[in-house]
């Protein structure tokens, strides 16, 4: 018994899937040309815009920001009886602005569908979006207090959603004002791992087995940081962060090498922020410490995702709780006092207990920050093929409660969100949220979500984006490690035709 979908004056069915997806799974195209979805009960949806309005016009006003132009909008869910009788469940009708279209079309499905389903999520409306950018809009409107009622009250987010939205955006906004004009991030990133996780869609490779490619990709990295920053670069890197994939896998003198090398050619902003992501505590050890220290890293990620053993082995992770415990004691004894770890809400084979206890082992050992994800089930994964996504993806009460909860901690140590993302496919629609203490906040991550910031990304699989006339151009990498070493010089012409915009 599908659910069908009807649009009407519109095209912006894209923009509209990720709230259908959120509800039920699969969405196809029947035979009759109109989307539908399983369900329980027969369901008939109808989105209409009035007069019809061209994707390319929805699209322009969406990227200016403003227009004076308005439409009308209009969304119904009917319930469908056994002999084709279609009853009102829900109706919504607005007059808008052609620049909030889209977000009004997802606002106007999502509440229909909650009402119809009985189905509604902790960011309500808000699938598919940076939630701080909303609030962001609304606070410029209005008041903090009167910002959140609109969250919760037009966007149907929880009392808890709307709060943490408008505390962190204006956390954002704080951070953002301390990059400057002609500044930008550098993203260096690595496709090696020790192993891959159950839950990683990256295309990463086994360090270990790739001895031969490791040097030649390192290689390449170099060279596409000698040809970017070849004099021609007229600003200033704020920020650098070496990600993955995991860097800390190298061996110590390709280690070095990845970072002198690189570094060297880059023009580097007065206080800039070097973080280096070690991610597993396995490839940590004294030396590459020693290393990424002598070379500014001062920010430092040990991401143990659980504290849990039994969880580690489940979801590939070749490390145990106790090497996560040393290498942290390790990077404090070198002189590191500005580390993060990483933890997720919702693993396979844990419950809220499990989860909450893994967040008090990490609060005892102290870190300035702590980032609580929410696992994402993402295609190409392991993991994408073990779980039916619509059950795995409605909102699990238990795992929501856990999450606030795990908040309420953090806030109750001292801890303050000034970073937040949504991923696609997360279990209950939750998120993924930066905390720090102490004025520890990654400018990087901040800038890198913002999309008002440029970004330059290196290695394979590496985005850059520059802000042009409040739209962000990019130019990706392949991700394909062998592509990428045989394409470099390719890249390094599109990067800088893409910088020359900025």
């Not at 990600?243 to 007065?270: C, I, K, M, N, W």
């Not at 920010?299 to 290498?327: F, S, Y």
């Not at 009460?397 to 997360?426: M, S």
């Not at 906040?441 to 910031?453: G, P």
Request: include cysteine; hydrophobic fraction near 40%.
């Amino acid at each position: 018994m599908p659910v069908v979908f009807e649009i009407l004056g519109h095209r912006e069915w894209a923009a509209m899937c990720d709230v259908a997806r959120a509800f039920f799974g699969d969405v196809n195209v029947n035979e009759t040309g109109l989307y539908e979805a399983p369900f329980d009960r027969p369901l008939h949806v109808i989105s209409e815009v009035t007069p019809p309005i061209v994707a390319a016009k929805a699209r322009k006003g969406s990227r200016r920001g403003f227009s004076e132009t308005t439409t009308h909008v209009n969304t119904s869910v009917f319930a469908v009886a056994k002999k084709g009788e279609h009853n009102l469940v829900k109706q919504i009708d607005e007059q808008v602005a052609l620049h909030d279209i889209r977000r009004v079309l997802k606002r106007q499905l999502y509440v229909v569908l909650s009402a119809a389903t009985d189905i509604s999520f902790p960011w309500g409306s808000l699938t598919g979006v940076r939630p701080t950018q909303i609030a962001l809009d609304a606070l410029q409107r209005m008041d903090e207090e009167k910002a959140t009622e609109e969250l919760e009250g037009y966007w149907r987010l929880t009392s808890q959603k709307a709060r943490l939205a408008v505390r962190t955006a204006l956390a954002e906004e704080k951070i953002l004002d301390k990059i400057h004009e002609h500044e930008s991030m550098l993203y260096v990133g690595l496709p090696f791992c020790p192993s891959r996780c159950l839950y990683c869609s990256f295309i990463t490779q086994d360090a270990t087995r790739q001895k031969n490619a490791l040097e030649s990709y390192v290689n390449a990295v170099i060279r596409e940081s000698e040809g970017v920053f070849d004099g021609t670069f007229q600003g200033k890197i704020r920020a650098v962060y070496y990600g993955g994939g995991t860097p800390t896998s190298l061996p110590a003198d390709l280690f070095r090498r990845y970072l002198e090398e690189v570094l060297q050619h880059v023009p580097f902003a007065e206080n800039v922020e070097k973080t280096m992501e070690a991610g597993r505590p396995d490839t940590i050890d004294r030396e590459k410490l020693f290393i990424a220290k002598a070379f500014g890293f001062h920010k430092l990620c040990i991401n143990p995702q659980t504290m849990q053993d039994e969880t580690l082995r489940r979801i590939g992770r070749h490390h145990t709780v106790e090497q996560t415990i040393l290498a942290f004691h390790l990077a404090r004894s070198m002189g590191f006092m500005d580390i993060n770890m990483d933890l997720i809400a919702g693993l396979p084979g844990e419950d809220s207990d499990t989860f909450l206890d893994s967040l008090e082992r990490v609060i005892a050992l102290g870190p300035e920050s702590i980032t609580l994800h929410a696992l994402a089930i993402k295609r190409g994964s392991f993991l994408d093929r073990m779980f039916d996504d619509r059950d795995t993806l409605l909102p699990d009460p238990a795992l929501i409660e856990a999450v606030e909860v795990a908040h309420e901690r953090l806030r109750q140590e001292g801890y303050r969100p000034y970073y937040l993302y949504r991923q696609k496919n997360c279990r209950s629609g939750l998120e993924n949220t930066g905390f720090t203490r102490g004025g520890h906040a990654s400018l990087y991550n901040v800038a890198m979500m913002s999309d008002r910031v440029p970004v330059i990304g290196l290695g394979s699989g590496a985005s850059s984006k520059v802000i042009h006339e409040q739209k962000a151009l990019r130019v990706h990498n392949p991700k394909d490690i062998k592509l990428y070493v045989d394409r470099v010089e390719a890249q390094i012409l599109k990067k800088k035709t893409l910088l020359a915009n900025a």
